[in-house]
């Protein structure tokens, strides 16, 4: 059995111009907004479902803010990780992680909701 993370390969959007690209060629394509966002606060990390014209549905955004909450506070409870404040928001065609300290823990939560929210099956 491989492990589903490792399927995923997240864009890395340095600046705000770079991520207004990726909306624009996600709208663009009918496809799901998701990535890591680079500011030079830290690191975001973004999942929009609008570019598709999609939503998740209950359960699926349920088990997307488990996995957020676990992930977030696996980060904020390891001493070797720096961070600095982290906030969450999750609905269901929208979720955002910010403001991460390192691109290594921004991977880390992308990965671990990535094959919830972009598996079609998992969308209302």
């Known amino acids: ?17 770079a991520v207004e690209a990726g909306y624009a060629q996600a709208q663009q394509n009918g496809v799901p907004f998701f990535g890591i966002e680079e500011y030079e606060e830290g690191y975001a990390v973004t999942y929009d479902l609008l570019p598709a014209d999609e939503e998740l549905a209950p359960t699926a955004r349920k088990e997307v803010e488990t996995r957020l909450t676990a992930a977030v506070e696996d980060i904020v409870g390891d001493d070797g990780l720096a961070t600095v404040e982290v906030s969450k928001s999750v609905n269901d065609s929208l979720g955002n992680v910010s403001m991460l300290e390192s ?17 079609t099956a998992n969308w209302a």
């Open 103 to 119: 691109e290594a823990s921004a991977r880390r939560i992308a990965q671990a909701i990535a094959p919830i929210v972009l598996n």
């Open 1 to 17: 059995m491989t492990d589903a993370q490792d399927e995923f390969k997240i864009p890395v959007f340095s600046g705000k111009a």
